[in-house]
């Protein structure tokens, strides 16, 4: 038998003790922060008195109201750090023409005006071929309604193609009524017909030699100029004696440019060649059409239509 007072005492001993900081609680070998013991005394009912701490418990909230404040307040006031600018590419067209020699600056300038050029005949030949269409619709309005093919051929627009035709029929339909060979009408007409829209066909296909030629050489000027300009890289970092990949890397780079600029060059020349040669076929149909017509009028009507 043990008397009360060492039963009391032996309970109270092996009873874990429980202090509490300001900011931990220590249960026994376990330390938990004062949310996480609040949290397990709320969820688990754990019996006994409340825990002794340093502090009133009633200023425990207050305490870490405070704590969050001060941390808040300590981060607001660390200095914002910013990021350093990016440094500034020293590679690039910029440097491949600084450090360029003669040869690489004057392929750069060939290839600027091989596409200057594809550009020019590029504009000028939808232009050509926008006026071409509308002097068929005129000539489609206006020349079949006139009393004779001489009338008709004056009352389209000077410098048309349709005019130029009308007026090569009806030339050679003169000169058949002098000539003292036995030439028939058909035949002649014919031919000089054939010869006005091959006359105008010649001028639709003016420039498109200027677009097959850049398409087809522009990529293999640029890989001229990035051999060139690779030969020149090595040659240097030989001299400097660092061979590294960042002094590898840079001067290739820069001679690869002029493979994409070659690029750049020939695809807008290729795909406008062909877009061309499109347009001019469907113009050249209606111009053949017009000729056709022409000549049979001319056979119909002899020297009197003309």
């Given at each position: ?10 309970i ?121 269409g ?24 000077p ?16 000169k ?77 780079g ?46 119909a ?5 003309a």
């Open positions: 038998m043990r008397k009360p007072s060492e039963v009391s005492s032996s109270i001993r092996k009873r874990p003790s429980r202090s509490i900081t300001a900011a931990t609680v220590t249960l026994g070998r376990h330390r938990w922060s004062m949310a996480h013991y609040l949290v397990l005394q709320q969820n688990e009912g754990l019996a006994g008195p409340a825990p002794s701490m340093h502090r009133p418990a009633a200023a425990s909230f207050p305490v870490l109201a405070l704590l969050a404040a001060g941390s808040a307040a300590a981060q607001s006031a660390l200095p914002v750090i910013q990021a350093p600018p990016a440094p500034a590419n020293p590679y690039g067209f910029a440097a491949l023409w600084a450090q360029g020699d003669i040869v690489s600056r004057a392929t750069i300038v060939l290839l600027v005006l091989m596409s200057l050029a594809s550009w020019y005949v590029l504009f000028s030949k939808l232009l050509a071929q926008s006026r071409m509308g002097h068929g619709r005129a000539a489609n309005a206006s020349f079949w309604k006139a009393d004779t093919v001489q009338q008709g051929a004056k009352a389209l627009q410098g048309s193609p349709y005019r130029f035709i009308a007026e090569s029929a009806i030339a050679a339909t003169r058949h009524d002098g000539l003292l060979g036995k030439v028939d009408l058909n035949t002649w007409v014919a031919q000089s017909i054939e010869r006005a829209v091959g006359t105008v066909h010649s001028r639709t296909q003016e420039g498109l030699a200027v677009l097959a030629t850049v398409g087809s050489t522009a990529p293999f000027v640029g890989l001229f100029g990035t051999v060139w300009g690779i030969y020149n890289a090595l040659v240097r970092i030989g001299a400097s004696g660092q061979a590294s990949i960042d002094k590898v890397a840079g001067p290739v820069e001679a690869l440019i002029m493979t994409a600029i070659g690029l750049a060059v020939a695809v807008p020349a290729v795909l406008g060649y062909n877009w061309l040669v499109r347009r001019n076929k469907v113009a050249m149909d209606t111009v053949r059409a017009f000729g056709s017509d022409l000549h049979t009028v001319l056979l009507t002899g020297s009197q239509g």
